[in-house]
């Protein structure tokens, strides 16, 4: 039982200290989503979207890629 919990601890600090390298990538596209939404004209969208992406406007138009 001692194992299981010290196997849990160590994999709870091993996943502590990769978030936060990973963290500050993700910041920056949340960032420059809220930007373009913010200025309400998506300029930089390929930088936060793939190229398969589908938007559905609440207008119900689509806009593909």
Not at 32 to 55: L, M, R
Request: proline share 5%; aromatic share 10%.
């Amino acid at each position: 039982m001692k194992l299981l919990f010290f196997a849990a601890g160590l994999l709870c600090l091993i996943a502590a200290a990769r978030g936060a390298d990973d963290e500050q990538p993700v910041r920056e596209v949340v960032k420059s989503f809220v930007t373009d939404y913010n200025n309400g004209n998506f300029k930089n969208a390929p930088s936060y979207t793939i190229d398969d992406w589908v938007h559905i406007n609440p207008g119900g138009g689509i806009t593909r890629g």
